[in-house]
């Protein structure tokens, strides 16, 4: 098989070549995967933190159906759910942007895995942390804000780190309602060029290279905030 | 309810659209299973093997396979099939295929944490009984880290299932896809996303309740 990277040099019809239209798709694929990413975050520490409070079983619940609900659908059927039937069923949603609803339905789905591991970390602090804020008079809140999470963080780093670069491959799915990101110029410059192995070889380079910067960035990440002593063992899982 | 119209949903259409999918979804899954853990098994062998030629390609090749979109690598075995049979092959074998080759990456990482759970004596123990390799594997080791992961296992299998949803790049007739059809049909596309949806999640809780009941029974027997 002969490979002809020229492809890339290439006009393809809009007065850009495939080399500027797959760093395009590049940057949507960051951008999908990087408001997800906050999304994210910040849904899954809030879920996570809710199923650990000790004395409000409602919230405790809801957080575990807000669970149990985004990680038991398909993450192309929740893409599909937010972009066709959110805006049916709420009008005001067709106003929204495709891609702010590609962003919800990714940070949404991957917010349910976080939870499940912010849980794990503040389970998995020494009860005596809990009673001790308590016991300087700290409220719930403060207890939180100022004791486990901090703690919990360090802990579910490792996993939080692997669940990131899960994000970045799952943005790929967002092909499936036409968010110009790399799969998506994927399969339209493999049409139109038939050079196909040529295109999916850069495509998947980049995805290669990018989960590998969100690996790097981490690990920095995890060695800046690391607490001298307190040694975390790494976990591992399933998952995509 | 909601400006939505389910009447079209009734057993007929799900006889004529969804049943064929759901078939397929389900083959799909269990091939993908069944062959990701024999050939996850072989290569998590192969990294703990200790001999270089072994553990160098199997480690190339879980972390090159973890790397890369699923979809992606679905595009790809769609592209690259003919030129390796030398004829098309349609988007369900190649599903097929693809799930196989992609899974054994993740089920390999899974039997890997399995077999390193294994305390050393045991290793030990079986070589002092005259065990050869294979054996020890076989009869000693394998046999209860296929135990300890199966909750693991199982869990990863429901994440499968899921993630066959996206044979849709290829356009494979699964579950999803037979949703699809039915919504395009009746003129009612969002009812049938909505549907699919529900499907996807019964099937999904009902067996992450049941691994949650396995792994409890497995804890007690210990």
């Given at each position: 098989?002969?490979?002809?990277w020229q492809i ?7 007065g850009r070549?495939?080399?500027?239209w797959?760093l395009?798709?590049?940057r ?16 899954g520490?809030f ?5 650990t409070?000790?004395n409000?079983?409602w919230l405790?619940?809801?957080?575990n159906v807000?669970?149990?609900l ?11 759910l ?6 049916k069923?709420?009008?005001?949603f ?10 919800f ?14 849980r794990?970390?503040i389970?998995?602090?020494p009860k ?5 804020a308590l016991a300087?008079g700290?409220t719930t809140a403060?207890?939180y804000?100022y ?6 963080f360090r802990?579910i780093l ?7 670069m899960?994000?970045l ?5 967002a092909?499936?309602?036409?968010i110009?990101?790399l799969t998506?110029f994927?399969?339209?410059a493999?049409?139109?060029?038939s050079r ?16 590998f910067?969100?690996n ?8 800046k905030?690391q607490?001298?002593?307190?040694v975390?063992?790494g976990a591992?899982?399933g998952?995509? | 309810m ?11 259409m799900?006889?004529k659209?969804v049943?064929?999918g759901?078939?397929?979804s ?8 069944l062959?990701?853990?024999?050939f ?6 192969m990294r703990?093997s ?5 553990m160098w390609p ?8 973890r790397?890369?979109?699923?979809v992606m ?8 099939m003919?030129?390796?049979?030398g ?6 074998l ?6 196989v080759?992609?899974e ?9 944490a399995?077999?390193?759970s294994?305390a050393?004596?045991q ?9 050869t390799?294979?054996q020890?594997?076989r009869?000693?080791?394998l046999p209860q880290a296929?135990?300890?992961?199966l909750?693991v296992?199982?869990?990863q299998?429901?994440i499968?299932f ?8 290829i356009?494979a ?5 037979g ?5 395009k ?15 996807y999640?019964?099937?999904?809780y009902?067996l992450s309740w049941?691994?949650k009941r396995?792994?409890?029974?497995i804890?007690?027997?210990?």
């Amino acid at each position: 098989m002969n490979l002809d990277w020229q492809i890339f040099l290439t006009d393809d019809g809009s007065g850009r070549t495939y080399f500027d239209w797959m760093l395009e798709a590049w940057r949507w694929t960051l951008a999908v995967a990087g408001s997800s990413w906050v999304v994210a975050v910040t849904m899954g520490a809030f879920m996570g933190t809710l199923r650990t409070l000790p004395n409000s079983p409602w919230l405790v619940r809801l957080a575990n159906v807000w669970v149990e609900l985004f990680r038991n659908i398909p993450l192309l059927v929740q893409i599909f759910l937010w972009y066709f039937v959110v805006p049916k069923i709420f009008p005001a949603f067709q106003q929204v942007p495709g891609f702010v609803l590609v962003v919800f339905a990714l940070g949404f789905f991957t917010s349910a895995r976080i939870a499940e591991q912010v849980r794990a970390g503040i389970q998995a602090l020494p009860k005596g942390q809990r009673y001790a804020a308590l016991a300087m008079g700290f409220t719930t809140a403060q207890t939180y804000r100022y004791v486990m999470l901090p703690m919990a963080f360090r802990i579910i780093l490792p996993p939080l780190t692997s669940e990131s670069m899960n994000l970045l491959k799952n943005s790929s799915v967002a092909f499936a309602v036409s968010i110009a990101e790399l799969t998506m110029f994927a399969m339209q410059a493999q049409e139109e060029t038939s050079r196909g192995v040529e295109i999916y070889l850069a495509v998947t380079a980049m995805y290669a290279l990018s989960a590998f910067a969100v690996n790097r960035v981490f690990s920095l990440i995890e060695k800046k905030v690391q607490i001298p002593g307190f040694v975390v063992a790494g976990a591992t899982g399933g998952g995509h | 309810m909601f400006g939505l119209d389910l009447s079209f949903f009734d057993l007929e259409m799900l006889r004529k659209f969804v049943l064929q999918g759901f078939i397929f979804s389900v083959q799909l899954t269990v091939i993908a299973t069944l062959g990701g853990i024999v050939f996850g098994t072989l290569l998590a062998l192969m990294r703990l093997s200790g001999q270089k030629w072994l553990m160098w390609p199997a480690a190339v090749y879980v972390n090159v396979m973890r790397s890369i979109p699923l979809v992606m690598v679905i595009l790809w075995f769609y592209l690259l099939m003919p030129f390796l049979i030398g004829r098309p092959i349609g988007a369900e074998l190649s599903a097929v295929i693809t799930f196989v080759v992609f899974e054994a990456a993740y089920f390999s990482e899974i039997m890997r944490a399995g077999i390193q759970s294994i305390a050393r004596g045991q290793v030990f123990a079986g070589q002092a009984l005259g065990m050869t390799y294979g054996q020890n594997m076989r009869l000693v080791v394998l046999p209860q880290a296929f135990r300890n992961m199966l909750p693991v296992l199982f869990t990863q299998t429901i994440i499968l299932f899921q993630d066959t949803s996206l044979v849709y790049a290829i356009g494979a007739y699964d579950l999803l896809k037979g949703f699809t059809n039915a919504g395009k049909l009746y003129g009612r596309p969002e009812e049938a996303y909505l549907l699919a949806a529900v499907v996807y999640f019964v099937i999904c809780y009902a067996l992450s309740w049941l691994v949650k009941r396995l792994q409890a029974k497995i804890a007690i027997v210990r």
